[in-house]
């Protein structure tokens, strides 16, 4: 089961510049803000999708869910 600070981890060193607020209280269920520039010009589904495709194949496993809000920063 990752942790909250390995979630914040991977979720930095894939989306350049970016910046990441993760809590979880079973490290199952996580949330999240991101802050990235990485983000500016894309819709809200498309930020998600960004993030989400860090854990292509761990949603619904490990990671039982992920609930975020992203910012440009």
């Given at each position: 089961?990752?942790?909250?600070?390995?979630?914040?981890?991977?979720i930095e060193a894939?989306?350049?510049?970016?910046?990441?607020?993760?809590?979880?209280?079973?490290?199952?269920?996580?949330?999240?803000?991101?802050?990235?520039?990485?983000?500016?010009?894309?819709s809200r589904?498309?930020?998600?999708?960004?993030?989400?495709?860090?854990?292509?194949?761990?949603?619904?496993?490990?990671?039982?869910?992920l609930?975020?809000?992203?910012?440009?920063?």
């Open positions: 089961m990752p942790s909250a600070d390995e979630v914040k981890t991977r894939a989306i350049p510049g970016a910046h990441a607020e993760v809590d979880t209280a079973d490290e199952v269920h996580f949330s999240a803000l991101v802050r990235a520039q990485a983000f500016d010009g894309l589904v498309a930020q998600h999708r960004l993030v989400y495709d860090v854990f292509d194949g761990e949603l619904g496993g490990a990671i039982h869910a609930a975020l809000k992203t910012e440009v920063s």
